[in-house]
């Protein structure tokens, strides 16, 4: 929350999320320069940085993506304002290759790069472990084990990256940024210093020239966080097993031992400067045990960091066990406390008592329906899968769909009628669209068409626009455009008009672009379903690339502007189970507001859920869904 | 440092199904335990929140030291549910003998519900299994009275009520109060507060 | 009765549909644009009102015609009768091909409001065609011309009850008189009766839409004024002038579902109207039913139409043609069957023997 993270009250102690502890660090270290572009479990903290940018004195931008993003902040940093940029994993890997220059090319103003790894990948593609860009960019990288080291972390990484020159990393994990603990505040900086004058002479230059420095740097780091209070040894001087651990694995290894009753015969190492490792530190500590266990999340990443430490050093005598082989610890998905748990408990051969539960044999267990993930009530993609879907059938030609990555994936699964052949990354779809349709050459048949999310459009789809219009690909590239960044929680892209710190700005039309690189474009409403699909049906007929853009707003946006209007069934109309529909509105349609009434054996709207966008309405073969009041749709 | 808990940890969850408002409601919960001294930890899973996914949250509280997010199996002592299904799901894997057990009676229907293919089971059986699972388990159609007072949405804070209720829960109404004053204006304030104390007084009458 | 997903199965995916529309707008699953007719959605109804409607699914087409026209005489060649006529129209309308008998009918009808709704099949652009429900007069206008190309025109029943229209006039191509007849025979019995006058039309094939944009690419940038087969070849004229194309170019663009047909005169039908071959601007009209002779009557009495005796030698030309087309047909449906195509008539039935016995004696 905005009041927290500004509040001027050092020593106090609020209940922070992990993100809220970060934005603070950075806004303790005096940032001035702030960009990001939206990621679960990373957008809330440019979002409240964007809300609070004005009033502390800082500028905040949602980067159009994570690439901007980072050089952006190379720029700020450049006349040394200190900067904080963020992104999730999968941005990472977008900005590899300004990531690795700015490595050679170092910082001047402070700049730190909190990227949030989302392991079990929650609300990810993917669950890619971020550290391996650290040590292949050679950069420090801090890991918090809770809210508190969280702020801290990030407001230390600004001291070390000025006195490195150099970029630090901070990595957190899903639980850390969406987790929630006391965090004590420190001071606020009174003053900031104002950007330095960049001098005719003045360079901060990315090439190999520089890769002798950037090791300098790196060795430095190494010597500065041997001493680093971020890493920390207890347990008994001779133990049986330590624990090496980071991140969220300290506290789940504190409660394993603690619950195992292990005190006196297991040791913890927790380490919070992950790369480089501090290897004096480690090996000290490593003298003591004969087994080592590591605990950390995605891959084994400090665990093989620790094998290359023990390898150097013929002194050190351990067993080194961890998620590497899939052997001591599960090789992929999130930890858990159980799992810590019972893998100290079976190679301690301890055994675990804990509270009495009940054990309902399976043939006694109510069966549950399992909770599918689908669109929101009013959501305008399933108005817009549902008719891409009939045209494609309506049409014959066995079109080719290629998915992209937003709300929309979903459309893969049952809530878009599984519509998607393809999904790979932001941007993938518009891209593999253009290389499918280019076989019509060799007598390949059949329509392919793209999808993208508007925010997706401006993060990484203008490329592959370009190229495939440039090389007249046969192709349909659909613009799902519901002026959001719904799926990690709103935030504003290029195409709303509204920056992160809640300015106007001059709205980035999606039609207008793409008409500039030469598509014919069609802009629909998803909401009227025949008239649309008449539309999706005639530009499939149509050689070349075409761009369709479906335009209705995001329902959960709309609910919040408009006047909700009543819809509802006239049961006396709806044809029920009797006789024919087979439950179309809410079996095929699907929407959570059009609900079974199973006692009337008739259609019925969840009147709390339904926002009322009347889609149903259109699709109701009876006519039985009627709607009243309300205000116009988008 | 507030007073001795019932247990140490006390390890509370909170779930539902996305856009029920339960990280709000368990936010204003953990603050108000910060508030009093307490070590507490939430761990929370949202994202997919906005589109009809089961949303848990995971209180930890403790006089003596801070815990990780998340709790381990079998391991709550207080299920907090604005939903059926939800709740036994939850329960299932968090209950023991000793848990209490707090959930609306509102079925939110899943995907495979409304299209024909699942059956959502009966409040009977569902409750029937709670209480093989747990202590106790107390429904509380707290959708129907929030609607009553005024607004589904607040069936949350309602909630929360009742939950501050509960001898187990180191929490006032008063305490509860002051961070709702903290977080809400106006006439949200105003409904938050009627709802609060009606879930407060449902159980404490 | 089978359901949705088996007509799916036996229908669509065997290019054996007519494109009647029968089966359209009542089902949420069905969804077509143009000729394609497809299940948009799987449908989980066991039962279906599609199934049940549908032209080329099982019927027993004797009983049917016994239902309907009991005491028509039967014929062979071109269904139960009682007369047929020359017909033709005493003053023109516009737009109007051939005889202009169809029109004067329709006129008649809402006149003299024998029904509330009359379904018509129009088109703009004098190519595509737009079923709609006409109840004026002035609507008559709009539905002048022949259509060529497949419309799913029987959708338009469904707007009909939804109307509350109690008594309709539906002009049809057989496959649409065909469904209509199932419509009624296959009713729940807790349904009303149809209340219906049918004007069946001629029709030896229909076209499918591609045939549209064949049109648009070999004569880019003319206006379509009409379609027509006055004699030999297929006439299109245009704002630059006429065209005519050959039939066997025409016919390429046949739909597939037309091949399976064996009604050329809609022998259901309570009167059918074709062209009459030997003298232009004459219409034929076979009379089946006490209902369809009661029109032309009214229609003659009114001073709309000029009805005559038909030539004998013109009737066995009739007869002719319409035998040829059913007896193509039938190899057609047998080579379906072979192929797998689950059987919608019994093959073996003493009518289709006198058929192929008929039509060997043709060629002979």
């Known amino acids: 929350m905005e009041w927290m993270i500004t509040a001027d009250e050092p020593g106090r102690t609020y209940l922070m999320q992990g993100n809220e502890a970060i934005a603070r660090g950075a806004l303790e270290a005096g940032i001035r320069f702030a960009a990001a572009y939206p990621g679960s479990p990373s957008s809330e903290i440019l979002a409240m940085l964007g809300h609070v940018a004005e009033k502390m004195d800082l500028y905040a931008e949602w980067s159009t993506n994570e690439t901007c993003a980072l050089e952006a902040c190379l720029g700020a940093s450049f006349a040394r304002v200190r900067s904080l940029c963020i992104m999730k994993q999968n941005g990472l890997l977008v900005v590899g290759d300004a990531l690795h220059s700015a490595s050679l090319s170092g910082v001047k103003g402070g700049l730190v790069l909190v990227v949030a790894d989302d392991p079990s990948a929650h609300s990810s593609t993917n669950e890619f472990d971020s550290r391996h860009q650290a040590r292949s960019a050679g950069l420090p990288m801090l890991e918090p084990a809770n809210m508190q080291e969280a702020k801290d972390m990030v407001k230390w990484g600004y001291e070390l990256s000025e006195q490195l020159q150099q970029l630090v990393m901070v990595r957190t994990v899903t639980r850390i940024n969406h987790g929630r603990s006391s965090v004590s505040l420190g001071e606020l900086p009174k003053e900031k210093p104002d950007p330095v004058t960049i001098g005719e002479w003045d360079r901060m230059v990315a090439i190999n020239w520089f890769k002798d420095a950037q090791i300098a740097k790196i060795d430095q780091a190494k010597s500065i966080f041997e001493t680093s209070p971020f890493n920390e040894y207890k347990g008994p001087e001779e133990p049986d097993m330590i624990i090496v651990t980071c991140g969220t694995g300290w506290l789940y290894s504190s409660e394993a031992v603690e619950a195992l009753g292990l005190r006196d015969r297991i040791g913890i190492l927790k380490i919070g400067t992950t790369y480089p490792l501090p290897e004096d530190f480690i090996v000290k500590h490593l003298l003591k045990t004969k087994k080592v266990l590591v605990i950390e999340e995605v891959d084994p990443f400090l665990e093989q960091n620790i094998a290359g430490i023990i390898a150097y050093h013929p002194e050190l005598q351990v067993e080194l066990l961890g998620r590497y082989g899939g052997k001591a610890m599960p090789r992929n998905g999130e930890l858990n406390p159980d799992i810590v748990r019972n893998t100290l408990a079976r190679l301690t051969g301890t055994a675990f008592t804990g509270p009495e539960t009940a054990v309902i044999p399976p043939e006694e267990a109510v069966a549950l329906p399992a909770r599918e993930l689908t669109f929101c009530a009013g959501c305008p993609h399933r108005a817009s899968f549902f008719l891409l879907k009939q045209t494609l059938r309506i049409q014959e030609g066995q079109g080719v769909v290629m998915g992209d990555i937003g709300c929309y994936t979903m459309g893969g699964q049952r809530a878009g009628h599984y519509l998607y052949n393809f999904l790979c990354c932001m941007g993938g779809g518009i891209n593999a669209a253009e290389g499918m349709g280019q076989l019509t050459r060799f007598g390949f048949k059949q329509p392919v068409l793209a999808l993208a999310g508007d925010s997706t459009f401006f993060h990484s789809c203008l490329p592959g626009l370009v190229n495939a219009k440039y090389h007249d690909s046969n192709m349909l590239f659909v613009v799902l455009d519901n002026s959001a960044t719904a799926m990690t929680g709103f935030q504003p892209h290029p195409g709303i008009g509204q920056t992160a710190m809640g300015k106007a700005a001059e709205p980035i039309s999606i039609k207008k672009v793409a008409e500039a690189i030469g598509c014919p474009v069609t802009v629909a409403d998803p909401f009227d379903i025949s008239g649309t699909t008449s539309k999706v049906y005639d530009l499939l007929k149509q050689p070349g690339l075409k761009v369709l853009i479906l335009k209705q707003e995001c329902a959960t946006l709309v609910v919040r502007k408009r006047e909700k209007p009543r819809v509802w069934v006239d049961q006396e109309l709806c044809r029920g189970d009797d006789c024919g529909c087979g439950r179309f509105c809410s079996r095929i349609w699907g929407c959570p507001g059009n609900i079974w009434d199973y006692e009337a054996g008739k259609a019925k709207i969840d009147e709390v859920v339904c926002v009322g966008c009347g889609v149903c309405i259109s699709l109701c073969p009876a006519g039985a869904i009627k709607m009243e009041g309300g205000g116009a749709c988008g | 440092m507030g007073k001795e808990l019932v247990k140490d940890p006390l390890n509370i969850i909170i779930c539902g199904v996305g856009g029920q408002g339960n990280i709000l409601a368990t936010e204003l919960l953990a603050s108000a335990l910060v508030e009093k001294g307490y070590f507490t930890t939430v761990g929370e899973t949202y994202g997919a929140s906005q589109r009809g996914g089961s949303v848990m949250s995971h209180v930890r509280i403790s006089a003596a030291n801070e815990y990780g997010v998340l709790i381990p199996l079998g391991q709550a002592d207080i299920i907090v549910s604005f939903e059926p299904t939800d709740t036994l799901r939850v329960a299932r894997d968090y209950a023991n003998k000793s848990t209490l057990i707090l959930t609306d009676s509102r079925p939110n229907y899943p995907l495979g519900v409304l299209i024909g293919e699942a059956v959502y089971p009966s409040m009977e059986a569902i409750e029937t299994e709670l209480k093989k699972l747990s202590r106790e388990v107390m429904i509380i159609e707290a959708t129907r009275m929030a609607v009553e007072a005024g607004n589904s949405q607040a069936t949350n804070i309602l909630l929360m009520g009742s939950l501050t209720a509960l001898p187990q829960v180191p929490l006032t109404a008063e305490d509860y109060d002051k961070v709702m004053e903290q977080r809400f204006k106006g006439e949200a304030l105003e409904l938050n507060r009627k709802v609060f104390k009606i879930g407060y007084e449902h159980i404490n009458r | ?364």
């Open chain 3, 1 to 364: 009765m089978p359901g949705g997903m088996d007509l799916k199965n036996e229908v669509f995916q065997s290019s054996t549909c007519a494109l009647c529309g029968a089966c359209l707008d009542w089902c949420p699953y069905i969804a077509n644009m143009e000729d394609h007719l497809v299940m948009r959605f799987d449908c989980n109804v066991g039962e279906g009102r599609c199934y049940a409607v549908c032209p080329r699914t099982y019927a027993d087409w004797q009983a049917i015609g016994d239902r309907y026209l009991p005491d028509t005489p039967r014929n062979i060649e071109i269904g139960p009768y009682f007369n047929v006529f020359r017909v033709k129209a005493a003053a023109g309308i516009k737009g109007q091909q051939d005889g202009g008998t169809v029109s004067n009918l329709v006129k008649t009808i809402m006149e003299d409001e024998l029904a509330q709704a009359v379904l018509l099949t129009g088109s703009e652009d004098h190519v595509t065609p737009e079923p709609f429900l006409a109840v004026d007069i002035d609507d008559i206008e709009k539905a002048a011309g022949s259509r060529f190309l497949a419309s799913p025109g029987l959708r338009k029943i469904i707007e009909a009850q939804a109307n509350k229209v109690q008594k309709l006039a539906v002009v049809g191509r057989p496959c649409q008189i065909q469904a209509l007849r199932k419509m009624d025979f296959n009713r729940r019995p807790d349904k009303p009766p149809l209340d219906l006058i049918t004007i069946g039309l001629f029709c030896m094939w229909s076209l499918g839409w591609d045939f549209n944009e064949y049109l648009q690419k070999n004569f880019p940038g003319e206006k379509i004024l009409s379609l027509g087969i006055p004699q030999h070849g297929f006439v299109v004229k245009t704002d630059k002038g006429e065209h005519i194309l050959p039939l066997d170019e025409v016919k390429k663009f046949n739909k597939a579902g037309c091949g399976y047909c064996l009604d050329m005169t809609s022998e259901l039908a309570d009167i059918s109207v074709g062209a009459f071959e030997a003298e232009k601007g004459w219409n034929t009209v076979i009379v089946r039913s006490a209902k369809g002779q009661e029109l032309l009557d009214k229609a003659v009495e009114k001073d709309y139409l000029i009805c005559a005796d038909y030539p004998e030698e013109e009737l066995n030309r009739l007869k002719g043609a319409s035998i040829g087309k059913k007896n193509r047909n039938l190899n057609n449906i047998q080579a379906a069957f072979d192929k797998g195509v689950k059987p919608f008539i019994d093959l073996n039935s003493e009518m289709y023997a006198q058929v192929r016995k008929l039509a060997e004696g043709m060629v002979k």
